[in-house]
Nanobody, 124 residues
Framework: QVQLVESGGGLVQAGGSLRLSCAASGRTFSSYVMGWFRQAPGEEREFVAAISWNGGSTYYADSVKGRSTISRNNAKNTAYLQMNTLKPEDTAVYYC?????????????????WGQGTQVTVSS
């Protein structure tokens, strides 16, 4: 089992940047695929990015591709989401999630463990 805690959210102006972190408990962090999702009020949770166990493979939603970078440091049990050129439509609660398998990395239902979320608000 793994517990996830996100941090790094906040209020930023359009065009700005944020780096989200996801700290994981336990000694098996490297056994998990890590994903980032987001959910805006009244909308479904949507996929943002995913990274494989050793960071060798990454995958991004079209909405953030070219503006965001997912990474991980297995020695620190932490995953990151660097977001640049933020837009008001990026406003949402951002969640990290963990799953042992690289199946359908875009599907929230594939992930077994979730953090509590961190709010990102982008002002225009």
């Amino acid at each position: 089992q793994v517990q996830l805690v996100e941090s790094g959210g906040g209020l930023v102006q359009a065009g700005g940047s944020l780096r989200l972190s996801c700290a994981a408990s336990g000694r098996t962090f490297s056994s998990y695929v890590m994903g980032w999702f987001r959910q805006a009020p009244g909308e479904e949770r949507e996929f943002v990015a995913a990274i494989s166990w050793n960071g060798g493979s990454t995958y991004y939603a079209d909405s953030v591709k070219g503006r965001s970078t997912i990474s991980r440091n297995n020695a620190k049990n932490t995953a990151y989401l660097q977001m640049n050129t933020l837009k008001p439509e990026d406003t949402a609660v951002y969640y990290c999630a963990a799953d042992r398998n690289w199946g359908n990395a875009m599907a929230p239902g594939e992930y077994d463990y979730w953090g509590q979320g961190t709010q990102v608000t982008v002002s225009s």
